[in-house]
C-alpha cells in the first residue's frame, strides 16, 4: 500500500534521519515544500545557511508566495498526485511540511498522514511562522527520536509495521565464476 507522509517537526529533531532510515526499509521518494524557495533564495545570495536569520528568511520568502498563488503546495500536489497515479515508483512519498493550513489540505485531499518528529533535547525554534505553529497541527503519528540511531531504526520498523507499508523483498544474488 502506498502511503504519503508529512513529515513535521523542529529543526535538528531528526527528521530527515528517520526518513533516511524508513528509505533503508522500504522504498521512499523525499522532498520538501520548502526546496523551491530555497531555489530562489539561493539565487538571491542565500548561501544554505540553517542560522535563526537563515530560517526567518526562507520561512517569509515562503509566506509571500503561497499568499502570492499559493505555488508551493501546487507544486507538491504536483508531485502528490504523480505518486498516486504511480509515476513516482516509490512505497512512500515523505514530504517535509510546516504549515497547518496546507498540512490539512494534503491530509483532505490526498489522504496524507501526518508524522511529527520530535527530540527532548531539541529546543523548539520559534522565530518564524513555520518553526513556531509546529505544535498547532493534528498528527496522526508522533515518532519519539530521544535515544540512539539504532532505537530510531527500531521505531521506523515498527512505524512500518503499524502502517501496513510494504517492506523490501529480501533477494539474494549467487555468483558463479563462469
Same mark, same amino acid.
Given at each position: 500500500m502506498k502511503q504519503i507522509l508529512i513529515i %513535521?517537526?523542529?529543526g535538528g529533531v531528526g527528521k530527515d534521519t528517520f526518513v533516511d532510515l524508513l528509505a533503508t526499509l522500504?522504498?521512499?521518494? @523525499?522532498t520538501s515544500i520548502v526546496n523551491p524557495v530555497k531555489e530562489l533564495a539561493s539565487r538571491v545570495g542565500w548561501n544554505g545557511g540553517k542560522t535563526e536569520r537563515d530560517r526567518k528568511f526562507l520561512s517569509d520568502m515562503k509566506v509571500l508566495i503561497d499568499e502570492y498563488n499559493d505555488g508551493n503546495y501546487q507544486k507538491?500536489?504536483?508531485?502528490? %498526485?504523480?505518486?498516486? %497515479?504511480?509515476?513516482?515508483?516509490?512505497k512512500l512519498l515523505c514530504i517535509d511540511m510546516r504549515e497547518k493550513h496546507q498540512i490539512e489540505k494534503a491530509k483532505k485531499e490526498f489522504g496524507a498522514?501526518? &508524522?511529527?518528529?520530535?527530540?527532548?533535547? &531539541?529546543? @523548539?525554534?520559534?522565530s518564524n511562522i513555520a518553526d513556531a505553529g509546529v505544535f498547532d497541527i493534528e498528527y496522526d503519528y508522533h515518532i519519539e527520536n530521544n535515544g540512539t540511531l539504532d532505537d530510531l531504526l527500531e521505531k521506523a520498523k515498527q512505524f512500518l509495521s503499524k502502517t501496513n507499508i510494504p517492506k523490501y523483498k529480501k533477494v539474494v544474488y549467487i555468483s558463479h565464476p563462469f
Open positions: %513535521n517537526g523542529s522500504t522504498t521512499v521518494y @523525499h507538491m500536489a504536483k508531485i502528490m %498526485n504523480d505518486f498516486k %497515479n504511480g509515476k513516482i515508483d516509490a498522514k501526518a &508524522v511529527l518528529v520530535t527530540r527532548d533535547s &531539541v529546543e @523548539h525554534i520559534t
